[in-house]
Nanobody
Framework: QVQLVESGGGLVQAGGSLRLSCAASGRTFSDYAMGWFRQAPGKEREIVAAISRSGSSTQYADSVKGRFTISRDNAKSTVYLQMNSLKPDDTAAYSC????????????????????WGQGTQVTVSS
C-alpha cells in the first residue's frame, strides 16, 4: 500500500501562484511514476501533469503547459506541482496518484494506469 497526502491548496487570485505537495509513504517512492489530476464540479477528472520514476520524463495537459511544473524529490518521497499564472478555470480538486512501473523513464497520462490516489486538495482561483 502507498499512502498519498496532498497539501498546499487554497484560495488565490487570478494570476497568482500555488505549490502543491504530495507526500508518499508505505512503499519505495522511486518505484512509482506520479501524476497530478484535477476534477472540477460537473466535469470529468483530467490529467494535469505526470512524471516518471526518475523525473527525467514529464508531460502536461495542453491547458497548463508553460504555467505548471511537476517535479519530484525521491529522497523526500514527495512530488510537487508548481502552479503559476493561475486562472479561474484551474479551480478544481487536485489529487496526486502513484503508478507502479518498472520503467525509469515513462510517465502516464491515463488515470486507469494509476494504483494509488490521495484524497485531494482544493484549489480555488478567484477572478
Amino acid at each position: 500500500q502507498v499512502q498519498l497526502v496532498e497539501s498546499g491548496g487554497g484560495l488565490v487570485q487570478a494570476g497568482g501562484s500555488l505549490r502543491l505537495s504530495c507526500a508518499a509513504s508505505g512503499r519505495t517512492f522511486s518505484d512509482y511514476a506520479m501524476g497530478w489530476f484535477r476534477q472540477a464540479p460537473g466535469k470529468e477528472r483530467e490529467i494535469v501533469a505526470a512524471i516518471s520514476r526518475s523525473g527525467s520524463s514529464t508531460q502536461y495537459a495542453d491547458s497548463v503547459k508553460g504555467r505548471f511544473t511537476i517535479s519530484r524529490d525521491n529522497a523526500k518521497s514527495t512530488v510537487y506541482l508548481q502552479m503559476n499564472s493561475l486562472k479561474p478555470d484551474d479551480t478544481a480538486a487536485y489529487s496526486c496518484a502513484a503508478a507502479r512501473t518498472y520503467s525509469n523513464n515513462r510517465s502516464y497520462d491515463t488515470g486507469m494506469r494509476y494504483d494509488y490516489w490521495g484524497q485531494g486538495t482544493q484549489v480555488t482561483v478567484s477572478s
